[in-house]
Each structure stands twice: as structure tokens, then as C-alpha cells.
């Protein structure tokens, strides 16, 4: 049996030749993307990476070490990645637009009373043309056709999560965030002149309505009805006159379609929160801009996620969330949206962005706003 004093004699002359040899691999890996951007070529193929990985691992003599000489090579492979996304020609900084200001009009879902027109009356001055519609498709829809300048939609609220038709939304489209609104949100539960609560049998509200209230439903009794928007739901009950049928909405919607509040506040969670994203067609950068959101789809492999939230590390970025949601096309795959705190006018996050790309199958930086 060897004594450890030679173990360690021998590791170390190990580890010589392999820093030479890595330096001599990182060498060749800057010729390969100098020889592939002065040919046009595709940077980074994953067939290719997966071949390498495979011929090398085949060589290995011992079946056990298998495994970790596929991470080892995998974690290589990685390594050149970043260093040769050093020697590729990204911009400094991304081309951006300055916002909108005069003479803009606003798309939002629902009615007046809604908690988008809430936002939306929150987020932007009063100088600014409101424009309704019934579904939230509807207002990427009329973006799209230049019927308005920008959209708000709500994104997640804080005790029942993502909205995630409008995050597939934001995607589909290829739209950018231009800002937010987070607004505190109370719901109420409401029914016509002279009724009581325990006349309630069935109330209307948006779903998320009905979500952030389902404790007390269930306690009442209450049988929920889903609704396109909680103020449209309210303006519905007006119109019935039905002492047995309600609505959960804003006490705003409240005043201006004739109901009473039958109880306030009966969200499941008191400090209830939803971030509405206004968002228009073009990238949009102020001054005090600090938080970027992307979106990225990922290669099918193992560490893959892994090795994005590593450069988000190696930057001393802050990653302030995550969500990911289904690739309908590829059962079990998926998209991640990240939202990062920083500017894109700093040349450091624009490095980290980049380092991103070369690990991910698709990347696109959805937008550079200030959060409210």
C-alpha cells in the first residue's frame, strides 16, 4: 500500500500536467471561436459537445469512473464556454428606446373597478387615454395591431402565484416589460341594496378572485362562478338583482355599480399583493432601472440549469425569482423566467447575459424596468 506522503507526490505531478494541458485545451477553444466567427459558423453545438463527451468517456477504462468523467468533461466543456464567449463581439449595451410619454393610450382587461385600471390609474398620470377590453388576450392582441401604446396585465399575486397565460403571453408575442405595478389588493365580498351575508348562495369573481378567497367561500358556503374580471363579475350581479347571488371585487366596483359591501376583506391572507407588468413593443431603459427579466429554454442535459444560475453566481448578480412553465411541444421540458436585479446599461451583466446564451438553447432578455 502506498503512504499518503507519495499519494500526494503523485497527485501533484498529476495536476502539473493537467494545468498544462488545460491551458493548452483553453488555447485551442479561443482558435476554434475565432476560426467559426470569421467563418460564419454556429459558436456552440451541442451534437457536437455530446459527441466529445461520449468518444472521451468511452476511453476510460474503469466502468465506475464513468459517471464522473462525464462530469468532469461535461464541467470542462462548460468552462470553455464561458471563456470563449469572452472573444465574441457583443454590444456594450443593447439597443433601447426611450418611453412613451405624451399622448399614449393604455390597454387593460376588464371594466372600471378593476384592479387593472386600479394599476393602470396607479402606475400612469391621469392625462393618459384608457382603453378596455373583455379578455387579457385581447390586450396583447390590440398592442399587436397598434390600437394601443402599451398593456398592463397582472403577472402573480402573492399568496396564489402566476397568472401564467400572461406569461406565455409576454413570450408568444415578443413583447417587452417596460415596468410595474405591484398594488395591495383587499376583496370584498358584494350584493345588491338589502342584502345580507347569510343570503349569499353564489358569488362571480375572476378565478384569482375566487383563489385568494376560498377559505372563506368554504366557510360560508358560498358556491364559487368564475368570471372574466372581479369588477365585470360585480357589474353582472348588478344587472340579476338577486339577493342570493354576489360578487367578489374591489370596493371601488362597489360604488359604481350600486352594491353593497357585504363583508370586506375577506382574502385568504390580509397583506395580499399582485405585480401587474405594463409592457409595449419595443425595449425600454430608464436611468433607475433595476430589475431584468429573460426567459431561456435549456438543452435536455444533466447540470444544464445549474450551470445558468452558476454565471448568475460568478457575477454577484441577485436573483430576485424564477418560474418556469411547460414546453407544450416537449412534454417535460421547459421555459425559466428569471428576474435579475441590475441594468442593462452595466457592460458587467451584459458580459453574464452573454456567458448565459452559450448555455442555454434560446435566451431573450424580456425587459429592463423599474419596479413599483
Known amino acids: 500500500m502506498k503512504d499518503l506522503k507519495q499519494c500526494r507526490q503523485e497527485i501533484d505531478e498529476i495536476d502539473e500536467q493537467m494545468m498544462a494541458l ?3 485545451r483553453m488555447k485551442v477553444a479561443k ?50 464556454k464561458s471563456y470563449q464567449t469572452t472573444f ?45 377590453y373583455t379578455h387579457f388576450k385581447d390586450v396583447f392582441e390590440a398592442l399587436k395591431r397598434d390600437e394601443i401604446d402599451y398593456g398592463i396585465v397582472p403577472l402573480e399575486n402573492s399568496s396564489t402565484g402566476a397568472i401564467n397565460d400572461n406569461y406565455d403571453a409576454i413570450r408568444d408575442y415578443g413583447f417587452y416589460i417596460v415596468g410595474e405595478q405591484s398594488l395591495s389588493v383587499s376583496q370584498h365580498l358584494l350584493g345588491i341594496k338589502g342584502a345580507k351575508l347569510e343570503d349569499i348562495q353564489e358569488v362571480y369573481s375572476h378565478p384569482q378572485g375566487l383563489l385568494q378567497t376560498s377559505l372563506f367561500l368554504e366557510k360560508h358556503h358560498i358556491q364559487p362562478h368564475e368570471y372574466e374580471n372581479t369588477a365585470m363579475a360585480a357589474k353582472y350581479v348588478s344587472t340579476l338583482q338577486n339577493p342570493h347571488i354576489g360578487a367578489i371585487a374591489s370596493s371601488q366596483a362597489a360604488q359604481l355599480y350600486d352594491l353593497d359591501i357585504l363583508q370586506d376583506n375577506i382574502q385568504n391572507i390580509q397583506n395580499n399583493a399582485t405585480r401587474f407588468i405594463i409592457f409595449g413593443k419595443q425595449l425600454e431603459v430608464v436611468e433607475d432601472a433595476s430589475c431584468i427579466s429573460i426567459v431561456f429554454t435549456l438543452p435536455h442535459q444533466v447540470g444544464a440549469l445549474y450551470q445558468v444560475m452558476k454565471i448568475i453566481y460568478d457575477y454577484a448578480i441577485n436573483m430576485l425569482r424564477i418560474e418556469s412553465r411547460p414546453l407544450l411541444e ?36 424580456l425587459g429592463n424596468y423599474v419596479k413599483k
Open 31 to 80: 482558435d476554434v471561436v475565432t476560426y467559426k466567427m470569421a467563418h460564419h459558423m454556429e459558436i456552440f453545438q451541442s451534437e457536437r459537445e455530446a459527441q466529445v463527451i461520449q468518444n472521451n468517456v468511452s476511453r476510460i477504462q474503469s466502468e465506475d469512473l464513468h459517471s464522473y468523467a462525464k462530469l468532469f468533461l461535461t464541467s470542462m466543456m462548460n468552462i470553455s
Open 330 to 365: 416537449t412534454p417535460w421540458e421547459y421555459y425559466f423566467y428569471v428576474d435579475l436585479e441590475g441594468s442593462l446599461k452595466d457592460v458587467a451583466m451584459i458580459q453574464a447575459l452573454e456567458d448565459m446564451k452559450a448555455h442555454t438553447k434560446t435566451m431573450r432578455v
Open 88 to 132: 465574441l463581439p457583443h454590444p456594450q449595451t443593447l439597443t433601447y428606446a426611450l418611453p412613451k410619454v405624451n399622448n399614449i393610450t393604455v390597454g387593460f382587461q376588464g371594466v372600471p373597478g378593476s384592479f387593472s385600471q386600479k394599476a393602470l390609474d396607479t402606475y400612469f398620470d391621469k392625462q393618459t387615454q384608457r382603453q378596455q
Open 22 to 24: 488545460f491551458e493548452r
